[in-house]
């Protein structure tokens, strides 16, 4: 999931399906701007980490067919003692 979430396009694709109910992968790249088969790749990214659903569930295959998001949001967590020295503050 990190791994097709670590660029923050596909973060904020991953959030456009999910407050979307379901979105085309033409509709989404005309809204953002680019090509279908560019945005097909991100989805299908995002598919293959299992945070969205296409159609009936199939990989994507073509033209038509609705992205879904499977996870209603997504929380990060980082551990304690992962963050930063604060003795700065």
């Known amino acids: 999931v990190w791994q097709a979430l670590r660029k923050p396009?596909?973060?904020?694709?991953?959030?456009?399906?999910?407050s979307s109910g379901g979105i085309t992968a033409q509709?989404?790249?005309?809204r953002v701007g680019i090509t279908p088969q560019l945005m097909l790749y991100h989805l299908q990214l995002l598919q293959a980490a299992g945070l969205l659903t296409h159609g009936d569930g199939r990989r994507a295959r073509g033209k038509g067919?609705?992205?879904?998001?499977?996870?209603?949001?997504?929380?990060?967590r980082v551990p304690l003692n992962a963050l930063p020295s604060t003795?700065?503050?």
């Open 9 to 18: 396009f596909r973060w904020r694709l991953f959030e456009a399906v999910r």
């Open 27 to 30: 509709a989404l790249a005309h």
């Open 65 to 76: 067919g609705r992205f879904t998001a499977t996870r209603d949001a997504i929380e990060m």
């Open 87 to 89: 003795s700065y503050l």
